[in-house]
Nanobody, 123 residues
Framework: QVPLVESGGGLVQPGGSLRLSCAAS????????MGWFRQAPGKQRELVAT???????HYADSVKGRFTSSRDNAKNTGYLQMNSLKPEDTAVYYC?????????????????WGQGTQVTVSS
């Protein structure tokens, strides 16, 4: 079972928008920090945005003013709204979350990753 299920990637023209979703599956007790990363071909994975449990966000300089991270704690889901997309935003996007899960012995926190979703910005 994939601990974080991503959706929303695809092909979009420059200047367009996409919204990525990241839903925690399984026995979730709570979710702490969430983050979005991306990895372009031949490049290292880089941090794009983070959002804390209380909603405080941070963004990479390359996406400030264009991307917005949000979350719905009731749905155990995070979102990345991407506007004014550029060809250099093309990458596989991964979500990450510190998920506290119910176990047989109480709860435990896990560092979970999504499966990745391709975002391609091209005319």
């Amino acid at each position: 079972q994939v601990p974080l299920v991503e959706s929303g990637g695809g092909l979009v023209q420059p200047g367009g928008s996409l919204r990525l979703s990241c839903a925690a599956s399984g026995s979730v007790f709570s979710i702490n920090d969430m983050g979005w990363f991306r990895q372009a071909p031949g490049k290292q994975r880089e941090l794009v945005a983070t959002i804390a449990n209380g909603g405080v966000t941070h963004y990479a300089d390359s996406v400030k003013g264009r991307f917005t991270s949000s979350r719905d704690n009731a749905k155990n889901t995070g979102y990345l709204q991407m506007n004014s997309l550029k060809p250099e935003d093309t990458a596989v996007y991964y979500c990450n979350a510190k998920v506290r899960r119910v176990t047989d012995f109480g709860t435990a926190e896990y560092d979970n990753w999504g499966q990745g979703t391709q975002v391609t910005v091209s005319s």
